[in-house]
Each structure stands twice: as C-alpha cells, then as structure tokens.
C-alpha cells in the first residue's frame, strides 16, 4: 500500500521522467526507483504478488481475459494480451508459474484512463499456467491459461 | 543503435490502442556465449513510461521474462485527437529512448 500512495506522489517526478528520456537528465536515478525489484527474480509467485500487489488475497474473476494461443510454437515469443472491463485499474501483473522468474511483467496505472488492456510478448520456458492479475478498487482479481510450449525460449 | 517505434490506432471502444516496438537485446543474464562460454550479462529494460500530453498516465515494468525487442500495448480511454503521447524507457544498463507522437 505505502508504494501505490509513493507512486501517486511521484506523477509529477515522472514528468521529469519524461524530459530524462529526451536525455536532458539522469534516467536511471530518476526511475530506478520504481522498478519493483522484489517482485521479479526467481520468487515464488505469492511472494511476488505481496512485493508487486501488497497483498496476495485473490480472487477468481470473468472480468479479467487473457487472450493467448493455447500452443506457443516458439517459447521465446509468446503473445499475450490482458483485458479487463473492471474500472479503477490500479495495477496488472503477469506470472507465468513454472519460469525460473516467475513474475514476468505488470503495468502501473496512474490515471488518464489506462489500464483496460495490457499486451506484451513474454518468454516461456516450458509449458506452464500462466496467470494473470488486475487490482482494481483494492481487489486483486485473476484469471489464468496453460499455454503449451513446443520449443523452449528461456535459451534464447 | 536504440530505436523506438510507435504506433497509435483508433479502438473500437473509443480512445487508443498505444503500440510501442523497442528494438533491444533483453538478455536474461543466463545465456552463454558459444564460443567463449563465457555469460552474457543480463541487460533489459526495466520501465517504459507512458505520457499523455506530458502527465503520466501508466508505467510498463519489465524483467527478463519479455522477449527480445518488446512489443508492449495499452489502451488509453480518454485520448483524443490532437493528443501527445510519449513513451520513454530505461533499461538496467542505464540506456534509454523515447519516442513521441501525435494523436491523428
């Protein structure tokens, strides 16, 4: 909780964030910072969720979609697209279970209507669930998919 | 050698669908050279941030998990025509770009 309110209060720092990114300051000290480091790593996933969510109180939701292939042929790019119809998006969060880091990527909501879709490609070791989670208004609400990997990708 | 593209289309749910494609190597830090046998180090990005009209309306943390050249999307709901959006990202090596665009 204490670093969604940090963050609230960092909107008007991340502006400099921006003008970092032209190259006029420092970047890395300007957003280093908020990098929830203690979320990636090889932790297991409700570890990950406490360092990235606060809690790891979860529940189960319709709302949540994950639009993914059912087999990935190639584990080095996996396509995965998060979607939700949940207002007040606060955070999102991808933990494909059996990587050896398991908390893969999420997105830190911080107004202006964002937050209701949420794509990257991943990584993939191995077939595995992958779950995805949305906090909205507090709650933490999930929705998860095994995707089949064929040939692996944590090689490379 | 950093390049970032981006693309924004019009959603059918009103608003915009925010494209962003970073050309970078996103090593994990567990591969090895075949040669040397010698460890790549680990160098990915760490955040991209998303701005509208220079306010920042979402950040994208990354690890090694995201593949090689990340394609990152979000929806923005409350864009419009006319609208700046930047996306700026720093990875752990201290490299970093951005890329600007104007709302169509």
Redesign the interface.
């Known amino acids: 909780m204490k670093r969604r309110i940090f963050l609230k209060g960092s909107v008007a720092a991340s502006t400099l964030a921006v003008a970092a990114g032209a190259g006029l300051l420092s970047p890395t000290r300007v957003l280093a910072a908020a990098w929830p480091e203690s979320a990636f790593g090889p932790r297991p996933e409700a570890e990950a969720l406490e360092a990235f969510f606060g809690s790891s109180d979860v529940v189960e939701s319709d709302e949540v979609s994950l639009k993914a292939p059912l087999q990935a042929e190639n584990g080095a790019v996996v396509p995965i697209k998060v979607m939700t119809s949940l207002a007040d998006v606060e955070s999102i969060g991808v933990i494909v279970v059996k990587n050896p880091a398991p908390f893969t990527t999420g997105l830190e909501v911080m107004g202006g209507g964002a937050g209701a879709m949420y794509s990257a490609r991943i990584k993939m070791g191995q077939t595995s669930p992958v779950n995805c989670y949305v906090k909205a208004g507090g709650k933490i609400y999930m929705t998860s998919q095994e995707i089949k990997v064929t040939v692996g990708g944590c090689g490379g | 050698m950093a390049s970032t593209k981006m693309k924004i289309k019009k959603s059918a749910?009103g608003?915009h669908?925010v494209m962003v494609l970073a050309k970078h190597p996103m090593?994990?830090g567990?591969?090895k050279d075949k040669k040397t046998g010698e460890k790549i180090p680990a160098h990915f990005i760490?955040?991209m941030?998303?701005?509208?009209n220079?306010?920042?309306?979402?950040?994208?943390?990354?690890?090694?998990?995201?593949?090689?050249n990340?394609?990152?999307?979000?929806?923005?709901?409350?864009?419009k025509s006319g609208d700046t959006v930047?996306v700026?990202?720093?990875d752990n090596m201290?490299e970093?770009?951005?890329a600007e665009k104007t709302v169509s």
């Open positions: 749910e608003g669908d090593e994990t567990l591969r760490k955040t941030e998303f701005a509208l220079g306010t920042a309306v979402a950040q994208a943390d990354l690890g090694t998990g995201v593949s090689t990340p394609l990152i999307s979000i929806h923005l709901a409350n864009s930047t700026s990202w720093v201290g970093s770009d951005s």
